[in-house]
């Protein structure tokens, strides 16, 4: 059975930092790309980044690019996001997942449950002004 678990959320000041943790178990780790989504009370999904199941390529969407870090731990078996310089408009519940499918480029597709393998229960980031 696979199990999906994120960890790392909280309160922060805006300009600060959070690094979230996610582990999987229950699969074989270095077979499938990785992602993060979130979403906020009233809001769509958003997909924000994803890497390759070699760690190689990354994508990022813009919201986040240039101020988020995606990384795996593969002897870990552990995803990782480092988030800093973090905003207001960052607050929302951040989920990892397995995606169905992977792009070349490193993009994949996160923005349904119907376009993920696995997804975990999300952690909350909230980004006080």
């Known amino acids: 059975q696979v199990q999906v678990t994120e960890s790392g959320g909280g309160l922060v000041e805006a300009g600060g930092s959070l690094r979230l943790s996610c582990t999987v178990s229950g699969l ?7 992602g993060w989504f979130r979403q906020a009370p009233g809001e769509e999904r958003e997909g924000i980044s994803c890497i390759s199941w070699s760690g190689l ?27 800093d310089n973090l905003k207001p408009e960052d607050t929302a519940k951040y989920y990892c997942a397995v995606p169905r499918a992977y792009y070349s480029g490193g993009h994949c597709a996160l923005e349904s449950d119907a376009d993920l393998l696995h997804r975990g229960q999300g952690t909350q980031v909230t980004v006080s002004s």
């Open 28 to 34: 074989i780790w270095n077979d499938y790309a990785l």
């Open 57 to 83: 390529a990354t994508y990022y969407a813009d919201s986040v690019k240039g101020r988020f870090t995606i990384s795996r731990d593969d002897a870990q078996k552990t995803l990782y996001l480092q988030m």
